[in-house]
């Protein structure tokens, strides 16, 4: 329905196109939001397609499929951006991977991914995963819990705490969209006037990007609407 999956090419440009509109709808510049094509479960001729065509920006949820990614992609040039769950026995390999990390959501991980940051890599650029919405299977921290862990994550030298992240609950309805992603847009500039510089938020995926967008999103995490249904 949203794409030709044998045409990524012609999705990324028709999203990109949706980008443009959105953006200017809400007064904003398109250059300044992030593309990031969500990878998991694609075939690796979509994400070719897709680099060739001048997606910068790979999101990867699981580790082991981002390295044979990574590995078949060897020689091109795209930021990697890890979106996925973190346990701490993946902390290592994804500091060193990864130009991106998402989904901080506790001191413990945040500690680890800095002291595990290869010394001779800039600092890893980091967002923390805010849990809004009701559902409890979403992680993320609570908003009651985020002005301490953001403290303690810009105190951290090999990260650098650059914004916000969000998976809410999937609607449909725009109005209903919007609520979540403007309660993150608020919780970052409660951050901002409390001190902190976040230019970020990572938030809006295919089925809602195009609020994200009206509410501030910097970085769309786009799956099948660039690649297709996931095999
Ligand atoms: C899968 C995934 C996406 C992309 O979802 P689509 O609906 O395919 O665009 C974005 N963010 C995260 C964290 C994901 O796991």
Known sequence: M???PQNPAAALASVRERITVAART???NPASITLVGVAKSQPL???RSALDAGLADLGENYLQEARTHFDALAGRTFRRHFIGALQTNKTRDVAQLFDWV????RLR???????QRPAALPPLE????VHVGDESSKSGVAPAGLGALAEAVTRLPQLRLRG????PPEETDPARQRRWFRELRRLAEGLNAAGHRLDVLSMG???DFESAIAEGATHLRIGTAVFGARG
């Open 26 to 28: 809400a007064s904003r």
């Open 164 to 167: 916000l992240m969000c998976l």
């Open 2 to 4: 949203l794409t030709t």
């Open 109 to 115: 991980i945040a500690e680890r991914l800095s002291a």
């Open 126 to 129: 980091v967002c923390i995963q």
């Open 45 to 47: 001729e979509r994400l």
């Open 205 to 207: 995926m295919s089925g």
């Open 102 to 105: 998402h989904t901080v959501d």
